[in-house]
């Protein structure tokens, strides 16, 4: 296969550029990322934000990865004060109604 190369004609050629990207960048643009009950939550929202997290699987079949016991571990870890109380409601209630639109 071959190395992605710059296209000589590029106005973009050898050019380095910063882009800030806002805090708010998932909100502003509806954008849901869905979480697994045991990945760095804590390190996630401090990016992505609580209001921006979800539950879901985009799996129609049985998986490896699936948590019957999501809620309750979820909540198990605000109770453990490794995630804010608050998330628990919005990753499991608020943000998926908010995504589908109920």
Not at 37 to 50: F, N, P, W
Not at 58 to 83: C, K, P, S, W
Request: net charge negative; glycine share 4%.
């Amino acid at each position: 296969m071959a190395k992605n190369r710059e296209r000589p004609d590029s106005p973009l050629r050898g050019a380095i550029h910063n882009y800030e990207v806002p805090e708010d960048v998932l909100t502003k643009n509806r954008m849901y990322v869905s979480c697994q009950v045991d990945e760095d939550l804590s390190y996630i929202m401090k990016y992505a934000g609580e209001h921006n997290l979800l539950m879901g699987s985009d799996y129609t079949h049985n998986d490896a990865a699936q948590e019957m016991d999501f809620v309750r571990l979820l909540q198990r870890r605000a109770d453990m004060g490794e995630i804010p109380q608050s998330a628990v409601k919005k990753i499991t209630e608020h943000n998926p109604r908010a995504f589908y639109g109920l």
